[in-house]
């Protein structure tokens, strides 16, 4: 082999979502690695969009959006299906020339009647049609005709599998399925292999729900004499109930997650995660896409399917947020968030310091929206409840006057003058804590009052303990 040639093939008929995205990740990953050594090796995308009733344009966007927000880059434009219906036409033609296809045809009330009697009688009976390929007049036929492909009704087919092993099947397990309909429209089955062979593919990477059908297009191979490509079938990703992973588990769309402030960084470190592991020992490990690139072993992929877990997401998106080269992200993020672009516009440094402050503990950048909002308050009005009636009103407002004199408000310095504060008062902490945390943001909990005061500003922390002393007051 001279190069490596793989696809990602995805139907328009949904959005991007975390399955594809791995495998799309996972032949893009294989083909830079190749690059080092066999530098014609590709990556090409094609969007499968024979299915006219469910495909559409705007999954084709989302997909190209999300491989491209991803980085995960293809070679050459991506490649159409159904701009090349005539050559799939062409080649069944070939077939049906070569008797490796006959015609058929069967009604579909006949083919239903005779899955209904198979299923009745527990026949496991592939062919449904048994008659037409034997049938001179029927072969003769002009029109209304399905061309099926001939299955050799003895041998065992076997199959090597990047991933999975060797599998293997009876010939007479194969059904002899369609590869042209009546409308003259081809099937997916024998698009998926005019295109792979028509683009070199030598190598696919795709999910393992697609493995039975290694043995239904490698007939189409062996019957045009092309040479059959390398297989790799990963497994698909569940959720943590153990069944196939959809939007019942949370959102699955790439963009979804875009949208609510997840990074790249994070999406590839957790989905190439599931199944390898660049060292045994560590689970949780943190690898960026070119160190991925270096280490990724695809012989080494686990074969049993993998769970998804958002927590694990979050722990991985946590990590990236934090990371000080990443603050750029925040920026990019918040010109496409509506909600936060208007805190950025009212006051961009007050912005980032929350953003400071609350970085630690944030899963996504969307979770800024609620927590920024409290800050931003023009008309900011203290919930009472049965816990102030209890806050020692004159200490908070020695407190008020004290930080009116603070000249330096730095984090640092502010804890300083607190922690002063508290030790001139020969208070508790908290006894001064839980009443500023809800007279300044309404909330029992949060970060530290420190943290607070320098978000807030010193006029607008004084105005929220004054405002509170004069509504305690009527
Ligand atoms: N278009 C197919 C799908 O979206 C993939 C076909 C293939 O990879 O062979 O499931």
Request: a positive charge.
């Amino acid at each position: 082999m001279n190069s490596i040639i793989t696809r990602f093939a995805p139907s328009p008929t949904g959005n991007l979502h975390l399955g594809g995205i791995r495998t799309a990740l996972l032949n893009y990953i294989i083909v830079q690695q190749a690059k080092k050594e066999l530098p014609n090796s590709k990556f090409y995308l094609r969007i499968e969009d024979t299915d006219k009733e469910r495909s559409k344009e705007e999954y084709t966007k989302d997909i190209l959006a999300g491989l491209d927000w991803l980085n995960i880059n293809y070679d050459s434009d991506p490649q159409i299906q159904t701009s090349n219906i005539k050559r799939h036409q062409q080649i069944a033609k070939k077939l049906l020339e070569n008797k490796k296809a006959f015609k058929c045809i069967c009604s579909n009330e006949i083919l239903d009647k005779k899955r209904e009697l198979n299923k009745k009688n527990k026949i496991n009976n592939k062919r449904l049609c048994e008659t037409c390929e034997k049938d001179d007049k029927v072969q003769s036929t002009q029109n209304n005709y399905t061309l099926r492909i001939k299955v050799p009704t003895e041998g065992v087919n076997k199959f090597n599998d990047t991933i999975q092993g060797e599998i293997s099947v009876n010939n007479k397990e194969i059904d002899n399925f369609i590869i042209l309909r009546k409308d003259g429209t081809p099937t997916y089955m024998l698009s998926v292999v005019v295109d792979d062979f028509d683009m070199g593919v030598n190598l696919i990477i795709r999910g393992d729900d697609h493995l039975n059908n290694i043995f239904r297009q490698n007939l189409i191979y062996k019957a045009m004499e092309w040479e059959i490509p390398k297989y790799a079938h990963i497994p698909l990703i569940h959720g943590n109930d153990g069944k196939k992973l959809s939007k019942r588990h949370g959102a699955i769309s790439i963009n979804d997650f875009r949208n609510n402030g997840y990074l790249k960084e994070s999406i590839i470190n957790n989905l190439i995660l599931l199944g390898w592991s660049p060292n045994k020992i560590e689970k949780d490990e943190f690898i960026k896409i070119d160190e991925i690139i270096k280490s990724f072993d695809i012989n080494k992929l686990s074969k049993s399917s993998s769970i998804f877990s958002y927590e694990k997401l979050n722990f991985f998106n946590n990590h990236y947020i934090k990371s000080k080269d990443n603050s750029k992200y925040l920026m990019k993020y918040c010109e496409n968030n509506k909600n936060l672009n208007i805190f950025i516009k009212n006051d961009k440094d007050k912005f980032i310091k929350i953003f400071e402050v609350y970085k630690k503990n944030l899963n996504f950048y969307k979770e800024l929206e609620n927590i920024a909002e409290i800050y931003f308050f023009d008309n900011f009005e203290i919930n009472f409840n049965n816990e102030s009636n209890n806050y020692d009103d004159e200490l908070i407002g020695e407190f008020s006057y004290f930080i009116d004199k603070i000249k330096n408000w730095h984090i640092d310095n502010l804890k300083k003058e607190i922690d002063n504060f508290i030790l001139v008062k020969k208070i508790k902490f908290s006894f001064l804590g839980i009443p500023l945390r809800n007279i300044l943001i309404n909330s029992s909990k949060g970060p530290g009052i420190d943290e607070i005061l320098y978000i807030l500003g010193k006029k607008t922390s004084i105005e929220r303990i004054k405002n509170y002393i004069s509504k305690k007051q009527l």
